[in-house]
């Protein structure tokens, strides 16, 4: 224990979350006590608190550093020199590489995070992943009206209404694929990948600017 309190503060609390995170994905988050996991982090009951107050402050501090990847992929692939279809399926991709990585985290993170500043005690890391959702969002607003822009997206179609439908629509599109891979591989003959494959076309196709021939 000596040896631990020579230790930054910012290292027990990255040790206390790695092991709610290892339990929160195993038992879930409201069957996971403060007991075990001080237990598995190895701290007794009470140094855990030193660093927690409670189980909400774990699960903020790893929703955030989850959010921070999430914005990390995106952007990754937009700032790629691509076509706009080249960079909405890399954007695609990265959602699914992020899935398969972080699975705890693409059903809490895709969620709606409502948080208002005013009327509720929020926790710095609440309010830093909610800025960080926030800045996220125009991110990907800006993607739409360079696509706007550049005529390969239907002019009529609103920016921001659009980059919400797309985070309910992808991230159901991935989450259905991950809960009915073996369903998709037996009725459609398809793998996995093919089915996302084809559904990611087919939401590229209801913001895509028709060609017209000439």
């Not at 910012?10 to 988050?29: C, D, P």
């Not at 989450?175 to 590229?204: C, P, R, S």
């Amino acid at each position: 224990m000596a040896r631990r309190k020579k230790e930054p503060r910012a290292v027990h609390r990255q040790n206390i979350a790695t092991a709610a995170e290892e339990l929160f994905t195993k038992k879930g988050i409201e069957a996971t006590s403060m007991d075990e996991i001080a237990q598995k982090a190895g701290y007794s009951k009470a140094t855990l608190y030193v660093y927690f107050q409670n189980k909400e402050e774990i699960v903020g501090l790893l929703v955030l550093e989850s959010m921070k990847k999430l914005y990390d992929y995106i952007v990754g692939a937009i700032q790629e020199e691509k076509s706009m279809r080249e960079r909405y399926l890399l954007i695609c991709q990265g959602l699914v590489r992020y899935q398969e990585k972080y699975p705890f985290y693409f059903q809490i993170v895709l969620k709606g995070i409502n948080v208002n500043f005013e009327q509720e005690e929020c926790l710095p890391e609440e309010e830093e992943t909610f800025r960080i959702g926030e800045e996220l969002n125009l991110v990907l607003k800006k993607f739409v009206e360079e696509g706007i822009a550049a005529g390969e997206f239907r002019q009529e179609i609103n920016s921001i209404s659009t980059v919400f439908a797309f985070w309910g629509m992808l991230s159901g599109l991935i989450q259905l694929a991950v809960n009915k891979e073996e369903y998709i591989k037996k009725a459609m003959n398809q793998t996995k990948q093919e089915f996302l494959q084809n559904g990611f076309d087919t939401l590229y196709h209801t913001i895509a600017k028709e060609k017209q021939d000439e």
